[in-house]
């Protein structure tokens, strides 16, 4: 087991792979040398180390404590083009990610980690089937790298899982977290080609429901590397305070010289306007990916700017998820990194061998 590969700093990943020699993380992040990742698979499979198994979708649980469990499926996801509005993108991508994945499934010929995809239940449905699936124990309990507990069911192909499919094939599903993954094995499918259900056609995909009490959504803050000081804020007197003044609204904290202040904005979404009213105008013509730090870490962010990394950090508040549904199934999207969604599905559970002369 491991992090999805883009969450994993590059300082980890030997620490990684010394914990054992079947770690995942020697098939996510091999570096440039994506045919050795392949040549790992194969023999990882041809020894016994992977398994696999009938045709069977997976019902993941993972606790976060304080009594709150998510529940979620793990299945195959048929690859459909943004346009037809059934899969929903929220954020830009950039180019460099989607070469660097492209070619390693081009060498696995696989998909390695499954993409989180949000749907709106709305139904007792599916949270009954997915009760149902748990019923019995689990194939596979495990922890994470946080040391959340985990737990895997596999479901063999039958009337559960047609069930289960019947009930999510009218639903939009949002990208919750595997934008440029998502582009990239889509644009893998269509130059693979096969059948309109050859598993090359589908992608590996842990799906939750928006409902879920399980599903956590963290902010995203971002630090200027440039730019001038934006006027006009309130006052604020400490990071906390800052934080809490921008709960529910859609405002901006900012930071910069030693001073706080919360930049009340004009329209729906705090990120989008935050982008639109003064980041984008700060930045003119000059480059997001080359002036925007990240971070979740909203202490961080004020170190950051403390010890001159950047010269400004804006703090945002956790977007809603409905809004946020909303702003896609109209065709909009946010700015990248807009959501962080909260504890990620790790990689090693299952994986999707994309074969276009097999059929799901």
């Known amino acids: 087991m491991a992090p999805p590969y883009d969450v994993i700093p590059e300082s980890e990943v030997a620490r990684y792979q010394a914990l054992s020699p079947h770690n995942v993380i020697r098939l996510t992040r091999p570096g440039t040398d994506y045919e050795a990742a392949a040549r790992t698979l194969t023999t990882w499979v041809d020894q016994g180390v992977l398994r696999?198994?009938?045709?069977?979708?997976?019902?993941?649980e993972v606790d976060l404590g304080a009594g709150r469990t998510r529940r979620d499926l793990i299945a195959a996801l048929r690859l459909e083009p943004y346009d037809r509005s059934v899969v929903l993108p929220h954020e830009r991508t950039h180019r460099g990610p989607k070469e660097d994945r492209l070619a390693l499934m081009w060498a696995t010929q696989a998909s390695l980690e499954p993409l989180w995809f949000v749907y709106d239940g709305h139904q007792a449905a599916l949270s009954r089937l997915l009760?149902?699936?748990?019923?019995?124990?689990?194939?596979?309990?495990?922890?994470?790298?946080?040391?959340?507990?985990?737990?895997?069911?596999?479901?063999?192909?039958?009337?559960?899982?047609?069930?289960?499919?019947?009930?999510?094939?009218?639903?939009?599903?949002?990208?919750?977290?595997?934008?440029?993954?998502?582009?990239?094995?889509?644009?893998?499918?269509q130059e693979v080609g096969g059948p309109a259900d050859a598993a090359?056609?589908?992608?590996?995909?842990?799906?939750?429901?928006i409902d879920d009490p399980g599903l956590v959504v963290l902010p995203t803050h971002r630090v200027m590397k440039a730019g001038i000081a934006v006027t006009?804020?309130?006052?604020?007197?400490?990071?906390?305070?800052?934080?809490?003044?921008i709960r529910g609204r859609v405002a901006a904290g900012v930071y910069?010289?030693?001073?706080?202040?919360?930049?009340?904005?004009?329209?729906?979404?705090?990120?989008?306007?935050?982008?639109?009213?003064?980041?984008?105008?700060?930045?003119?013509?000059?480059?997001?990916?080359?002036?925007?730090?990240y971070t979740r870490d909203a202490e961080e962010a004020v170190r950051w700017v403390d010890e001159g990394v950047g010269v400004s950090a804006f703090f945002l508040?956790?977007?809603?998820?409905?809004?946020?549904?909303?702003?896609?199934?109209?065709?909009?999207?946010?700015?990248?990194?807009s959501t962080y969604f909260h504890p990620k599905p790790p990689s090693g559970m299952v994986i999707h061998r994309l074969d276009a002369n097999r059929n799901l």
């Open 232 to 245: 006009g804020g309130e006052p604020a007197g400490s990071l906390a305070e800052t934080l809490e003044a």
């Open 200 to 209: 090359s056609r589908f992608t590996l995909a842990l799906l939750s429901d």
């Open 52 to 60: 696999e198994d009938r045709p069977s979708m997976y019902v993941h």
């Open 317 to 337: 508040d956790a977007p809603d998820l409905r809004q946020v549904l909303k702003w896609a199934q109209e065709g909009k999207t946010l700015p990248q990194k």
């Open 131 to 189: 009760a149902e699936g748990t019923a019995g124990a689990p194939a596979a309990r495990f922890a994470d790298s946080e040391g959340l507990a985990q737990r895997l069911w596999a479901v063999e192909r039958g009337r559960l899982t047609d069930e289960l499919s019947a009930a999510l094939a009218a639903l939009p599903v949002l990208i919750a977290d595997g934008h440029h993954r998502y582009e990239t094995t889509l644009a893998y499918s």
């Open 256 to 293: 910069r010289d030693g001073r706080f202040q919360v930049l009340p904005l004009e329209g729906e979404m705090a990120v989008v306007e935050l982008h639109r009213q003064v980041i984008d105008n700060l930045l003119g013509k000059r480059s997001a990916e080359e002036f925007l730090l």
